[in-house]
């Protein structure tokens, strides 16, 4: 049997308040105001963690130096300071994968051309552009050294997954893709 807090503090009490409505009307109010007060702890200690924080997130962004943006969805914001944290310390390749896997693009590779003086990574995972690239390239850029070259390179629909597909154009009408749909359009999962 599960009692109301109220009734547990009333259980504490001596007997002869039990009919006393005066001490019953301060016990239901002091359980209100715990309960009230134990939401409150608990939201504000979901602000702690990146992964539950909301409100929070604005002491998250400050702290990591990030310039507040409530405009944007919290997903996007929990991406760009988990790339900010990520990416302290040697930045290697590995380093910059982590920074850029923390953005929830999929999967991604990233490669170093010595000779070009250039880094290039390349969106595996999901196809087309990110929604937040411009996120992904701030972060991404902040930790390489100026003298690198950061180039992006996007996967989309090729002809030979289209033709694996067999269907010919009026079928791929009848589907009603408009040509920027059908570029990120992964045949294997479906039509």
């Known amino acids: 049997m599960t009692y109301s807090l109220a009734e547990q503090m009333m259980g504490m009490l001596p007997k002869y308040y039990e009919d006393a409505l005066a001490a019953l009307a301060i016990i239901e109010r002091e359980a209100a105001e715990l309960a009230f007060a134990s939401g409150q702890l608990d939201e504000a200690f979901?602000?702690?963690?990146?992964?539950?924080?909301?409100?929070?997130?604005?002491?998250?962004?400050?702290?990591c130096g990030i310039p507040a943006s409530g405009s944007k969805p919290l997903d996007q914001r929990r991406?760009?300071?988990?790339?900010?944290?990520?990416?302290?310390?040697?930045?290697?390749?590995?380093?910059?994968r982590s920074v850029v896997d923390s953005f929830e693009n999929g999967e991604i590779s990233v490669e170093e051309k010595f000779g070009d003086w250039k880094v290039i990574v390349t969106f595996i995972g999901k196809r087309g552009v990110p929604p937040n690239l411009a996120d992904v390239k701030s972060a991404v850029r902040e930790i390489l050294p100026a003298h690198l070259l950061l180039e992006f390179q996007f996967t989309y629909l090729?002809?030979?997954e289209l033709d694996a597909a067999g269907l010919d154009w009026n079928e791929l009408e009848r589907l009603g893709f408009s040509w920027d749909a059908l570029e990120v359009?992964?045949?294997a999962e479906g039509k």
């Open 79 to 96: 991406s760009l300071i988990k790339s900010r944290l990520r990416g302290a310390g040697t930045v290697t390749l590995a380093v910059i």
């Open 158 to 160: 090729r002809w030979e």
């Open 185 to 187: 359009w992964n045949p």
């Open 46 to 63: 979901r602000q702690i963690f990146l992964e539950t924080a909301t409100w929070g997130l604005s002491r998250w962004e400050e702290a």
